[in-house]
């Protein structure tokens, strides 16, 4: 469930259409799986397209060749139409090669006669021997988990839907340790069947990703109901229903209440982030802050995670480096959990992130501040509060803010806390403007 913003970018690039869109009145392929790029995909597992329009069946065709061996002619694979001849489904007869770079391309006409606007091709890398999940990881249990996320970015005050990122559905496996898989699919509430890839860096996650910036249509292809997981083995076969509950809503977008301080964050203090709070959120719920790969908050369920009620998380002091501009990202996680047997569970949930920029400065002393100004006698004063010991500190004045001149009232080095400043100089019927550095 811990799914991470930024791995969502580059994962968009694999799994969306790609290419040029066409014109509205041709037909082109909007989503494939396996996805583009993908690696460790078994041999023998289907390769499915889904198209914008119903196709011609009888105009419509997949080839798919082996680079390495270029007199060797098409891979055959049997075709079947699905879903009013929107999906095609290709079955590699016999399987494809092992360990291999398989091209695809398509070409083809909708059911009104309008050509595809050139070939549509691909590639993906298939396993070694019959693929699938090596149980080299420590699970316990095997996992089947789905999940909505919707991302948002904020910038200033108020969160926006990311235009280009806006909804993604997944679904994965995690296999037991001591499980393997040759292959795993989800069918969804529509009918639709999607096929997982398995992770060729920890052989035991299975995952398909999907996004949309429509969230009607996205709602309308991930709707609420029951996934159905199919795992096959070389042993046994495994179905598994997760419930994907009408009753889930969608977490509010989080908001970063003290944004501005999280553009000027001290690296050598630690610094509480701030939001507000999760509507609805309730200790069954989760929320968790990631810096890049520098720092998160514990992950559910290990103990000390952040529960849906919590509003801020402190970062410790020295985790992030001076004068830096790292992705954040807040997230807000309903779920529900369920494990028929001892060997697997499953999750369902929903999710909404927020992605925003945080800044460090270059001086590791909290950025003065003035406060508390008053008169005594015939001479002005006010207080720096909040700074370090040995803080060095140059408060300066302007009688006219519109020039843009600056001149150094005095420096001083704190003993810590608040310092009281009195300018030497007697009032005057001359406006007088002060500000105060860091340093000499």
């Known amino acids: ?103 695809w391309s398509v070409d083809g006409e909708s059911a009104e006669g309008d050509p595809t606007s050139g070939t549509d091709f691909g590639f993906f890398t298939t396993a070694s021997g019959g693929g699938g999940g090596s149980g080299s990881g420590t699970n316990a249990i095997t996992t089947f988990s789905i999940g909505a996320f919707h991302y948002y970015n904020q910038t200033e005050t108020t969160p926006a839907i990311d235009p280009d990122l806006s909804y993604a559905f997944m679904a994965g496996t995690e296999l037991a340790s001591n499980r393997t898989a040759t292959a795993i699919s989800v069918t969804l509430p529509t009918g639709s069947i999607s ?36 795992a096959q083995a070389a042993t046994s076969n495994q179905t598994v229903i997760v419930n994907f509950p009408a009753t889930m809503d969608q977490p509010n977008a989080p908001r970063i209440t003290n944004l501005a301080a999280a553009q000027t964050v001290s690296a050598t203090q630690p610094f509480t982030l701030s939001w507000e709070a999760f509507q609805g959120g309730t200790a069954t719920d989760f929320i968790q802050l990631e810096v890049e790969d520098i720092f998160s908050t514990v992950s559910y369920p290990s103990p000390g995670s952040l529960s849906g009620t919590a509003t801020a998380a402190t970062i410790p002091a020295n985790t992030l480096q001076e004068n830096f501009a790292y992705d954040a990202y807040l997230t807000f996680y309903r779920f529900v959990t369920n494990q028929p047997s001892p060997s697997y569970g499953t999750v369902a949930f929903r999710a909404t992130t927020t992605r925003f920029t945080l800044i460090t400065s270059s001086n590791s002393a909290t950025p003065p501040s003035l406060a508390n100004p008053a008169v005594t006698g015939n001479q002005f004063r006010f207080d720096i509060p909040g700074t370090s010991i040995n803080q060095d500190l140059t408060v300066l004045y302007s009688t006219n803010l519109a020039s843009g001149t600056w001149y150094a009232l005095l420096t001083t080095n704190s003993p810590g806390g608040t310092v009281r400043i009195t300018d030497p100089r007697p009032i005057t019927a001359q406006p007088t403007f002060y500000r105060v550095r860091a340093g000499g």
């Open 1 to 103: 469930m811990n799914m991470k913003y930024r791995n969502a970018c580059w994962l968009m690039l694999l799994i969306l259409a790609f290419g040029v869109l066409q014109a509205a009145a041709q037909p082109y392929v909007i989503l494939t799986v396996p996805a583009m790029g993908a690696f460790g995909v078994p041999p023998s597992n289907p390769v499915v397209f889904t198209f914008s329009e119903a196709m011609n069946p009888a105009a419509t065709s997949v080839t798919f060749s082996d680079p390495s061996n270029p007199l060797g002619g098409p891979l055959p694979a049997t075709a079947a139409w699905s879903s009013g001849n929107k999906v095609l489904t290709c079955t590699p007869n016999p399987a494809f090669p092992a360990n291999t770079m398989i091209l």
């Open 195 to 230: 096929n997982l890839n398995v992770n060729p860096m920890a052989t035991e996650v299975w995952n398909m990703f999907a996004y949309d910036t429509s969230l009607a249509a996205f709602n309308d292809t991930f709707r609420s109901g029951n996934y159905t997981f199919f």
